[in-house]
């Protein structure tokens, strides 16, 4: 009877026993690359990023977008190309092609310089070079792509994995329009707004907007410049500014001041 | 049968076994032999620019002969890691003194410190020990006084009747120098946003706004009197070559630069976001330098120079002129403005004008409500009535307790009765035969504030003199609660609070 009590005791000392085991060093064997891209709020799908040559200027015949991609895994001592592949946008929209719309991915210019993560770095920006070529006149076209895996990186995170492009001739409502400030959208007031102010009005700007005193200044400075100038068309007997579909140009908010 | 279990007992505490590892090591520290005590576990709090001293002796418990021991203290600003940006050396160690006792004359920015103390042997072995210091400064609450100098400079004193502290010409203490040119106006305001070069964010802080004739304007924070915002980086573009900054008031929600080209402004920020703070453009509409605020429509009203007009801005910032249809308003063209104040007894916004033609002064009252503007009640010329404060070169409206304009005539203090026509002499008490009356101000905080009051200044031999007095009624109640001295000529009284929220006051924004 004791030995079995001893047993027990034994058992239960041995059930408590702490087994404490060394943690295993992360070994994650796999390197991928994200993109930094928006994600749709409601969809969590990627959004679309505009870019117009109306921003550059007429003269402006090629033009850089920049884009960012973070590195996931270790981090290596070595230089680390990788390689880019334009995927389709989908029924109803126009591919984007190499070299009439962009410089291609297969560039050597690209390959050697730019499509590279350099030793050490965890965060790489590389530029897409567009063109402005004659058939964005016929309407926008899309550059959609991708990590293409090599044996430095696999694509990323499902959600991080694709940019998607829109390269134009002709203004859209940026990312981060704010109605309330700027009222409804219209390529002819967005086109007024960069001409009198002198900055681009495209995602990044629109997006960075976060001081309501310089939103404030800006919406007043448009209202006050769309009276001199829709007074000097009235002097030269033009209609006041508008846009194609009758709709008049105003900035109610910087009116209000 | 024992045996078996036991074996199987054996094998489970072998399959069971802990794969643990000590890792841990033996001691190596040493108890030091130069033991240090005497500093404050707490730490220490300390008002600086107030020729405070932090004094503290470092007792030290050693086997050491006090003469082979040296000591120097040192001081780590702990907002410096912003701008060193080093991981090895975040902060930067300033010496402050040397010696087992520190008497250190604290005049640094408001922020969190360490104090330190190093005691080395002569065998170079040392020891450190430190405590906090939190530095809180005297700047943030009180009443500014703007001060023209003897040399025709701007300055600042002030005094605060919660501390009893008196502080004179608190610009040269913090900037070195006065503010070069003659005084324009002062004015505070609270919840400005704007960008603090050290950390290189958006902050907020309470200000005091500082103009000159040379038009300058400094905005500075209250905490530490940093300039802020200055003619370079008040304004998303650039004054008018011609433009003359006034002041930045408060109304509501909104604070509002004042130049002679109009209003400007913005919406307070709150502490923990920030804002740029810069102000924008102004819609076209001149304003002048007087200012008041009135509580029943929320609204600021001023002068239009140009063109001799009311100008009422609301609590958005929307300044529009007055019109004969819409606010009863007379032809104005032949006035000018001399002083603006709200009188909450009754409601009125009352203006001073002067003729040009004839030089007489004349009293204007308007009321205002929330939801139908404001109509002008009367324009009257208030000589007859008012001999002696229609002669006076200083206005102010008494701001709650009665219908009252203020004046200085013949080295007395007049009131006049803007509601019943009646003028009487106002006999404060205190004030010595030679001294000269040379300012009156009646400062309405709020309802329930203990810092309201009718301020009445004099001046002698250079030297000024403020007597802040209960305002009971109209008239300066028995003797003044505090006064103040200094050297120069009063230009301006307003008191600043450490809230981020205050009422905004009534009566005059500015003298």
């Known amino acids: ?257 | 049968m024992i045996r078996k279990k036991c074996n199987i007992l054996l094998f489970t505490i072998l399959m069971l076994s802990s794969c643990y590892s000590d890792d841990s090591t033996i001691a190596t520290e040493l108890i030091p032999d130069i033991a240090i005590s005497g500093l404050s576990e707490e730490g220490y709090s300390i008002i600086s620019y107030a020729d405070n001293y932090l004094d503290i002796t470092a007792d030290v418990n050693t086997n050491y002969p006090e003469s082979e021991l040296s000591y120097r203290w040192y001081l780590i600003d702990k907002m410096a890691e912003y701008a060193v940006g080093d991981e090895e050396h975040p902060y930067q160690w300033e010496a402050i003194g040397e010696g087992r006792t520190l008497h250190y004359n604290v005049r640094l920015a408001p922020g969190e410190y360490e104090v330190v103390v190093e005691v080395k042997a002569a065998n170079d072995y040392t020891v450190y020990r430190k405590a906090k210091l939190n530095v809180t400064t005297p700047f943030s609450e009180g009443f500014y006084i703007l001060k023209e100098t003897a040399g025709g400079n701007t300055e600042l004193d002030l005094c605060n009747p919660a501390t009893g502290l008196h502080m004179e010409d608190c610009l040269t203490a913090v900037h070195g120098q006065p503010l070069a040119g003659i005084p324009e106006a002062l004015s505070t305001t609270i919840s400005q946003g704007y960008i603090d070069d050290v950390t290189n964010t958006m902050a907020s802080s309470n200000i005091v706004t500082v103009t000159t004739k040379d038009r300058e304007i400094c905005v500075m924070r209250t905490s530490d009197l940093k300039v802020i915002m200055n003619n370079d980086n008040i304004l998303f573009t650039k004054f008018e070559d011609d433009e003359i900054p006034y002041s930045i008031v408060q109304c509501m929600w909104c604070n509002i630069l004042i130049t002679n080209k109009g209003v400007r402004s913005q919406y307070q920020s709150s502490l923990d976001k920030g804002e740029s703070g810069r102000f924008g453009i102004t819609n076209g509409i001149h304003t002048g330098r007087q200012v008041a605020y009135e509580r029943n429509s929320s609204c600021i009203f001023l002068w239009d120079p140009d063109t001799k007009n009311v100008v009422c801005c609301d609590y958005n910032g929307t300044a529009r002129h007055g019109s004969k249809e819409e606010n009863n308003l007379s032809t104005m063209s032949s006035y000018d403005c001399l002083q603006i104040g709200h009188c909450n007894a009754n409601g009125n916004v009352v203006y001073v004008l002067q003729q040009q033609r004839t030089g007489m002064v004349w009293v204007m009252t308007i009321t205002a409500n929330f939801s139908s503007g404001w109509q002008m009640q009367q324009l009257k010329p208030i000589k007859a009535y008012a001999p002696h404060v229609s002669q006076s070169p200083v206005f102010s409206v008494c701001a709650a307790e009665a219908t009252l304009l203020y004046g200085i005539d013949d080295n007395k203090l007049w009131g006049y009765d803007f509601v019943n026509n009646v003028e009487k002499e106002l006999k404060p008490e205190g004030m010595a035969e030679d001294e000269t009356i040379t300012y009156v101000s009646d400062q309405y905080v709020g309802g329930n504030s203990t810092n309201n009051y009718l301020i009445i200044g004099t001046e002698k031999e250079g030297h000024y003199t403020l007597r802040f007095y209960k305002n009971f009624g109209g008239q300066p109640d028995g003797k003044p609660v505090f006064s103040m001295t200094g050297i120069g000529h009063v230009r301006g009284v307003r008191y600043t609070t450490n809230d981020s929220f205050q009422s905004v006051e009534q009566g005059a924004l500015m003298d």
């Open chain 1, 1 to 257: 009877m004791k030995n079995r009590k001893a047993i027990c005791v034994l058992l239960a000392s041995i059930v408590f026993v702490g087994c404490e085991k060394s943690l295993p060093v992360y070994d994650y064997p796999h390197n991928s690359l994200n993109f930094v891209v928006t994600l749709d709020e409601e969809t969590n799908e990627v959004v679309e990023k505009n870019y117009s040559f109306v921003y550059a200027g007429d003269a402006v015949e090629t033009d850089t977008i920049w884009v960012t991609v973070t590195t996931q895994g270790f981090l290596s001592d070595k230089n680390r190309p990788f390689l880019l592949q334009q995927i389709t946008a989908g029924e109803g929209k126009r591919d984007a092609l190499a070299d009439i719309h962009y410089e291609s991915f297969d560039s050597e210019q690209m390959l050697v310089h730019h499509l590279v993560i350099p030793a050490g770095a965890s965060k790489h920006k590389f530029p897409i070079v567009v063109y402005r070529d004659a058939s964005l006149s016929e309407g926008d076209v899309c550059l959609y792509f991708q990590i293409k895996p090599n044996e430095h990186f696999e694509q990323g995170l499902t959600n991080y994995r694709t940019v998607k492009l829109v390269i134009s001739n002709t203004l859209k409502r940026p990312e981060g329009w704010e109605e309330y400030y700027f009222g409804t959208y219209g390529p002819v007031k967005h086109k007024f707004m960069i001409d009198e102010t002198g900055l681009r009005w495209d995602d990044e700007f629109c997006t960075s907007l976060s001081d309501f005193g310089y939103i404030q200044y800006l919406t007043m400075m448009l209202h006050q410049r769309l009276q001199v100038v829709n007074a000097e068309r009235k002097k030269q007997g033009l209609d006041i500014l508008k846009e194609e579909d009758g709709r008049t140009v105003k900035f109610d908010f910087g009116a209000s001041f």
